[in-house]
């Protein structure tokens, strides 16, 4: 039986509120130190490292889209031509130059694609350095602050502010993760 992403997000919701709230009915007193509220959304807005993903990216796929538009323009001065000589050529001759260059057209299209697949992989890997360092992160704080769970705050309705922790996680990972270098392959 296959469990869709909904649910098994909505269990897993569920399952960490569960034990948040049997921890704050049991003992209030302890409950205040168990738990702690990480914003990660403004996490990957505000860190250096996110910043410096999100500019690689973002002149990666300009240059992408200078190069994409340039070949574009080309082949559609090709097709042009090839319209053009539609009525000089033979038959015969116009079909082969006619499949010569949806060859190159496919070709464009292939790279493209490939293009495309090196952004999102590089985008990803480099993503997950930050979720990585983000958790180790995070650890070190539970030992710290003697808290057991820590919780996205877009999955909290409320909490009381002294249980965010985001600002510092923000600080740590700009101190020990302040750059990551995106690879495109």
Known sequence: MRISAYTFFFTLLLSALTVTFSSVWSTP?????????VNVQKVMREAKAAQAIRDQVQSKQKAFQTELDQRESALQKEDQELAKQRSVLSQEA????????????????????????????????ALAQIQQKVGEIVAVL??????????????????????DITEEVISR????????????K
């Open 29 to 37: 007193a302890q409950a205040a130190s168990t738990v702690a509220v």
């Open 142 to 163: 539970s030992k710290e602050k003697q808290f057991q769970v820590a919780i996205s705050s877009q999955q909290v309705l409320y909490t009381d502010p002294a249980l």
């Open 94 to 125: 116009f079909e082969k130059k006619y499949r010569e260059f949806r060859e190159k057209a496919a070709n464009v299209q292939k790279e493209v694609r490939a293009k495309r697949s090196s952004l999102n992989d590089g985008l990803t890997t």
């Open 173 to 184: 990972l700009n101190a020990q993760l302040p750059s990551v270098t995106v690879t495109f």
